[in-house]
């Protein structure tokens, strides 16, 4: 079922875990970055960073935050409006796990298009009721709750290139104006809201198992669960032992690949490795625990 919970492995083998898993909304927060997070360009020059529009200190009425004259989102200059893209896995609507943008306004898949290959179907009308999420050469992507081999991109019939999930090419709708609603899900018996992997109707992420992804070499740590933009959070990079700048307030994280989380300074103690983002560290017995990250 779509408002089934994303799993999580956990495997405990002197110390260490692993598991996988997904995340929620925002507004205010304070927030202590100890170190840039690090990005990491994909195809057609776009960047991909883990974490949130707010963790990654996205500038104001830019990306998903531009409105156009008429005050809706995405109406604005181009330029502007593709300067980058959140793809956040969230609760809306009573859908959970679904994907939101920055704006917090869910992301539609449609199924007259298709995934191989990635194609879409929705142009003209379509695509002024569905507007495409839409990037540029050099955009950001912040991505939470998403594998990074999820995400890809096609170029639609008027040059412009859209954001796919699992292949699929990923859709707002005009009438969702506030962060929350999901009135386009179900509409026509073929537009769904998109869970984390992309399928219609089914949730959870496909990852592969630990020794075939690929190591982290930056991560968020988000003060509260969900990945929440509520609370603080904070950055950090690096290659080997990091010692995190406000230690034991961790509750999940954002990473863009597998890294190893440990209990005390200098990678020692307690340890977890992760194998991607983490919504809820209580549920693995780690919240409020993390004090220092090993990368690589």
């Not at 502007?80 to 539609?108: C, D, M």
């Not at 292949?167 to 537009?191: I, M, N, Q």
């Amino acid at each position: 079922m779509f408002g089934e919970r994303l799993a999580s492995a956990l495997v405990v083998t002197a110390g260490a875990l692993s598991l996988v898993a997904c995340g929620s909304p925002p507004p205010e927060a304070v927030r202590s970055l100890s170190a840039p997070v690090r990005a990491v360009e994909v195809g057609s020059g776009l960047v991909v960073l883990p974490g949130t529009a707010k963790s990654n200190n996205a500038l104001p009425k830019t990306g998903d935050w531009a409105t156009g004259s008429d005050g809706t989102p995405n109406t604005a200059e181009p330029t502007t409006a593709r300067a980058w893209v959140q793809i956040k896995a969230s609760e809306a609507g009573g859908l959970n796990p679904i994907l939101v943008n920055g704006a917090g306004l869910p992301l539609y898949r449609f199924d007259k298009d298709t995934a191989k290959p990635s194609k879409s179907a929705c142009g003209g009308e379509c695509a002024r009721t569905w507007p495409p999420v839409l990037v540029a050469g050099g955009s950001k992507i912040f991505l939470a709750g998403v594998e990074k081999s999820a995400m890809g991109t096609i170029e639609r019939s008027d040059g412009s290139r859209q954001v796919t999930i699992d292949g699929w090419p990923v859709y707002r709708f005009a009438k969702d104006t506030k962060p929350g609603e999901t009135k386009g899900h179900g509409a026509g018996g073929t537009l769904f809201g998109v869970p984390p992997n992309g399928r219609n109707g089914s949730a959870g992420v496909t990852t592969a198992p630990s020794e075939e992804r690929q190591t982290a070499t930056s991560a968020v740590l988000f003060d509260g669960k969900d990945f929440s933009d509520n609370e603080a959070s904070q950055g950090l990079s690096g290659d080997g032992c990091e010692n995190l700048a406000r230690p034991g307030v961790t509750s999940s994280i954002a990473a863009s690949g597998s890294v190893r989380i440990w209990s005390e300074q200098d990678c020692r103690g307690k340890s977890l490795v992760i194998d991607g983002d983490v919504t809820d560290l209580a549920e693995v017995g780690f919240d409020n625990a993390v004090v220092s990250i090993f990368f690589g």
